[in-house]
């Protein structure tokens, strides 16, 4: 299985998207400061993720909740309250 999740820092305000086929591991990546370009906004809680089965899929998914504002902006009106502000 393919994921794509949607963590968000615990102690400041930062949402992160990714893409993976290891959601655990990754996840403690992001925890654990693995993750250059996170590493300053950890510790993080799971927010949001969805399973695909085909690698072209999750990526697909991701690169349009990266790139397309109406995209995420949907994802997160979805999920308005589980993000704690």
Sequence with gaps: MYYV?????????????????D????????????EKS???YAPFRLIYYEAYRDERDAKNREK?????????????RRV???VER
């Design 23 to 34: 959601l655990r591991r990754r996840f403690k990546e992001h925890n654990q400061k693995e």
């Design 64 to 76: 349009k909740l990266k790139h397309h504002g109406s995209v995420i902006g949907h994802l997160k």
């Design 5 to 21: 999740y949607l963590i968000q820092g615990v102690k400041k305000d930062f949402l992160c998207i990714g893409c993976t086929n």
């Design 38 to 40: 996170t590493k300053s």
């Design 80 to 82: 308005r309250y589980s």
